[in-house]
Each structure stands twice: as structure tokens, then as C-alpha cells.
């Protein structure tokens, strides 16, 4: 049997069901109500690039101009500035900048002991749109002073070098080499040389005894290896005596590395080269005590055909002393014996000596052989 409903009964659910209706439109209109957008301010430049020309001998800054308006429509603060390096100072508003207001960036180059083209970045920082911008400038600086710092860097007393290194990176034991450098006066002063100090297989030349002031004075140096009788890696000093007050001493330091030339070779033996083979290419002493010589064989071989000769043995430290007779050649399949005497002096602990070996094979000239130790401190 159906019930029939009551009309206030019916009316009372249609009020319900209204107002229900009207709060979800009300939160549906909320829900899409669009938000309000912050507009953003945007710097149009000028420039972004300038060329300053060239200078000469100028130590004062040089300002720098980039004009700029906001062309956004919101605001803009520039919030900071950054130059490429320490020779570049900004200066900058750091207050909003309204819709069409102008303003501009100075940067203050200090061209101080520079020289040539310079050209310098500035990386500008804003809270608009874009907000990063780069500014460039370009300069050329003529500055006898930068120039002269620049070409010779190097300073002992009050004379100026190009390079006080002389280097002779692979020099034929049998040939003859030579280099170049430059002692610049940069006093008011004549500086007179007195004399130079040479090894024996060195020469060293020049045109004048006496460097002017402002001048530069040219030095040739002539190594000749087969006097030098060594092979590997050398370092020797070049002394040169002035009267320079501040330091009348000057050093050279002289690096050579004298090397065998095997495109001498005959065809068998370039077919048929020495082969070095360590038997013993560690020898392990176990515990010993501070302050005690010991003394150490190590035992080498020549696999090849041709005869091997030994030509330098040497050591990273003074601890070591060689006997080897580098006249005797080890033929194929013969063996030498290398003797090293070890001194431990003051070395305490775990140590490894290295000791290098120089030979005439032409795939690897350069062989090591170790030596280990455990140095301790026996109380007497």
C-alpha cells in the first residue's frame, strides 16, 4: 500500500534540497574564481655591449655607463651585481624600478698591471623577467709597466726575467743545444754583469757586460751533452754575478734530459734490441735499526740478443750509494748484480727506496728496483 506524503512534509524537503543547491554554487563559484597575477618588471638595455677603445699608461678607473628602462609593468629591484674579476667595481640602485623609469649601471675598470685586450663580463641580477642579464665591455690597454710585468714574470733583486728556467727537454748524449733568456733592468740604474759561473759543459753568452735601464740584456746558453758524459734527467745552476744592490746574485736553473739516440742503430740491432729483466726487483731488508748501513744486491738479466749496458743508476734520496762497473756490457742471457748501500740515517717505520735504472733498451729506457725496510729504534 503506498504512502501518500503530506504537503508540509514535501515542502520541507524542496527547502532542504534549495539550499543545498546554492552553497555548492556558491563554493563552485569560489573554487573558480581566477587568482590575481603579480605583473613583473623587465630592464631593456642600451647596450649590452660597448668598446672603450684603447688606453695608454693610465692607472685611474674608467667608467663604464649601461642605460636601462623598465619596460614591464610590475616593479623590478636589481639585486646584485657580479663583474668577472676583482679589476671590475659596480655601483647600482638598489631601490624598485617602476613602469618606464630609467636608470643606469656604472662599473668602475681599474686597468692597474694589465695589458692587451681585455674584455670584461658583468652579470646583473634582478627579481624580474628575465632575472639575469650579462653586459660586456671591450678595452685595449697599452701599458708599458703591465707589459713588462707581463713578459717577465719572474723577479730576483731588482732585475726581471722572462724565465730563470732553461730547459733542454731531449738532448742526444752526443749533441749540442741551445737556449735563450732575458735579464730586464727595469731601474733607472745600469746594472753591470761582473761574471757568470757555468758548469763545465756549459757556455753562456751575451753582447754587452752591462744591462740598461729599461732594457733588457739577451743570454745564450749552449749545453753540450757529450761533456756532460750522463744520461736521464739533470739539474744544474748558472750563476750570474752583478752589482745589482738588492741581489747581486742571479740563478739559472739549467734542466736537461740527455737521452741515447737509437736511430743509430744497426738493422740487427734494431731487430734484435737487449731486453732488461729484474730477478730481483724487490729485496725486502725485514727490521732493522735507525742509523745502520746495510748492504743490498739486486740481481738483473739481459734477455734480448744484443747486449745490454746499464748506463746511470740513481736514487730519489741521498740514503743510497751504487757500485756498478757501466763499461761492462751483459751479454744474452747473463746476469749482474747491482749492489746498493743502504744508510737508514733517521728514517723511522714502513719505508720503499726507489732506485732508477737507465739502459740502453730502446722500447723502455727507465726500469726501478725497490727497496724495503722496517726501520725501528733499538735503545742501546
Known amino acids: 500500500m503506498n504512502k501518500i506524503l503530506s504537503y508540509p512534509i514535501i515542502a520541507a524537503l524542496l527547502l532542504v534540497l534549495s539550499t543545498q543547491v546554492t552553497i555548492a554554487q556558491k563554493n563552485n563559484i569560489n573554487q573558480t574564481k581566477p587568482k ?3 605583473e613583473k618588471g623587465a630592464l631593456f638595455f642600451e647596450r649590452t655591449f660597448i668598446s672603450l677603445g684603447s688606453i695608454q699608461d693610465k692607472e685611474e678607473p674608467i667608467k663604464v655607463v649601461y642605460k636601462y628602462r623598465n619596460i614591464g609593468k610590475g616593479k623590478t629591484t636589481i639585486t646584485n651585481i657580479k663583474p668577472d674579476c676583482s679589476c671590475s667595481k659596480p655601483k647600482w640602485d638598489n631601490k624598485p624600478i ?3 623609469q630609467t ?3 656604472e662599473i668602475y675598470f681599474y686597468p692597474k698591471e694589465l695589458s692587451g685586450t681585455q674584455t670584461k663580463t658583468i652579470t646583473v641580477f634582478t627579481d624580474g623577467e628575465p632575472n639575469v642579464y650579462y653586459l660586456k665591455f671591450s678595452i685595449f690597454v697599452d701599458d708599458v709597466n703591465a707589459r713588462v710585468t707581463k713578459t717577465y714574470p719572474s723577479k730576483q733583486g731588482n732585475t726581471l726575467f722572462d724565465s730563470y728556467e732553461v730547459m733542454f727537454p731531449a738532448i742526444f748524449n752526443y749533441a749540442t743545444d741551445s737556449a735563450f733568456r732575458v ?5 733607472p740604474k745600469t746594472i753591470k754583469i761582473l761574471g757568470i759561473k757555468t758548469p763545465s759543459y756549459m757556455s753562456v753568452t751575451k753582447d754587452v757586460d752591462y744591462i740598461l ?3 733588457g740584456l739577451g743570454i745564450k746558453f749552449k749545453y753540450r751533452a757529450k761533456e756532460a758524459n750522463d744520461y736521464g734527467k739533470k739539474l744544474d745552476e748558472v750563476i750570474v754575478h752583478t752589482d745589482d744592490s738588492l741581489e747581486p746574485k742571479k740563478k739559472f736553473l739549467i734542466r736537461a734530459n740527455i737521452i741515447e739516440d737509437f736511430d743509430n742503430l744497426g738493422e740487427k740491432e734494431k731487430a734484435h734490441p737487449p731486453i732488461f729483466e729484474a730477478i730481483t726487483p724487490v729485496v725486502d731488508l725485514g727490521q732493522v735499526n735507525t742509523q745502520s748501513t746495510h748492504t743490498v744486491n739486486f740481481t738483473i738479466t739481459n734477455r734480448g740478443k744484443s747486449p745490454l749496458y746499464v748506463r746511470k743508476i740513481f736514487s730519489t734520496c741521498g740514503c743510497t750509494t751504487t757500485d756498478f762497473d757501466y763499461s761492462k756490457p751483459i751479454k744474452k742471457g747473463k746476469k749482474a748484480t747491482i749492489t746498493v748501500l743502504y744508510s737508514t740515517n733517521y728514517d723511522i717505520g714502513k719505508v720503499e727506496k726507489q732506485i732508477s735504472l737507465i739502459t740502453n733498451t730502446p722500447n723502455q ?12 729504534y733499538t735503545k742501546k
Do not use: D, W
Open 36 to 38: 590575481a597575477i603579480t
Open 98 to 100: 617602476a613602469f618606464n
Open 103 to 105: 636608470g643606469e649601471i
Open 183 to 187: 735579464i730586464y733592468n727595469p731601474t
Open 213 to 215: 735601464p729599461n732594457s
Open 365 to 376: 729506457t727507465l726500469h726501478y728496483l725497490v727497496l724495503k725496510a722496517n726501520i725501528v
